[in-house]
């Protein structure tokens, strides 16, 4: 049992480019998340998915785009990487109740 | 809209010594509450959690946090700290009953342990 993995661990991208973040989790829940880091800010949710087939926008969405492609996997793509989404990207997912469970993270270097 | 302050962006306390991190949340009603732990370079961790109940609640690693409704806080605590605890603490609100469930985070308060 894994529980939550991403992939990749760190990432540089030059800006302009595109990347996907991978996320799987293998405790059979419901719903996954995507959140970034940032110093100062804890952690901000960019977007949700609270079944299979179902995506919605967080707080600070703009830039990104998700896909929920079965209940295991839920993918963050970045189509044109700018200096501002340097960050660390948290995948989480939740089972029936409230506890959220968070993978190791991606570090990502937008230059 | 829920959010959670956590006033204390750094602390530094002795081996051995106690610990208490604030966390207080503006919302309406009771919130669920959390408090995880992150060490350098890793994910979060869950320490403990709150949705009902007793007020004090208990954790892994000896943390122990209480939930006080007339101030809107919910202070982790430790009696002991261990050189091992020095990591990034983050408080968390979610919502009840329904809707997407997302947590709300604190901005943190990085815990330094000194010999």
């Known amino acids: 049992n894994a529980g939550v993995t991403q992939t990749p661990k760190f990432q540089v991208l030059k800006t302009g480019q595109s990347m996907t973040l991978q996320c799987a989790q293998d405790?059979?829940?419901?719903?996954m998340y995507w959140y970034r880091q940032d110093p100062g800010m804890g952690l901000r949710l960019i977007y949700y998915?609270?079944?299979?087939?179902?995506?919605d926008k967080g707080e600070v969405p703009n830039g990104y785009n998700v896909s929920r492609l079965n209940k295991r996997e839920f993918s963050l793509r970045l189509e044109s990487a700018a200096p501002s989404q340097t960050s660390v990207y948290f995948c989480?997912?939740?089972?029936?109740?409230?506890?959220?469970?968070f993978g190791p993270g991606t570090r990502l270097l937008v230059l | 809209a829920q959010s959670v302050t956590q006033p204390d962006i750094h602390i530094t306390v002795s081996e051995g010594a106690s610990l208490e991190l604030r966390c207080n949340y503006s919302?309406?009603?009771?919130?669920?509450l959390f408090w995880y732990v992150q060490s350098p370079g890793q994910g979060l961790q869950l320490l403990l959690k709150y949705f009902s109940g007793d007020t004090l609640v208990q954790g892994i690693k000896g943390f122990e946090a209480e939930f006080k409704r007339s101030q809107s806080s919910f202070n982790l605590r430790k009696p002991s700290v261990h050189w091992s605890d020095a990591a990034e603490y983050f408080c968390?609100?979610?919502?009840?009953?329904?809707?997407?469930?997302?947590?709300?985070f604190g901005s943190g308060t990085r815990l330094q342990v000194q010999p």
């Open positions: 998915s609270a079944s299979e087939g179902t995506t």
């Open positions: 989480a997912s939740r089972r029936e109740g409230e506890t959220q469970y």
């Open positions: 919302y309406g009603a009771t919130p669920y």
């Open positions: 968390a609100v979610g919502v009840p009953p329904a809707g997407r469930r997302a947590l709300t």
């Open positions: 405790m059979n829940h419901n719903s």
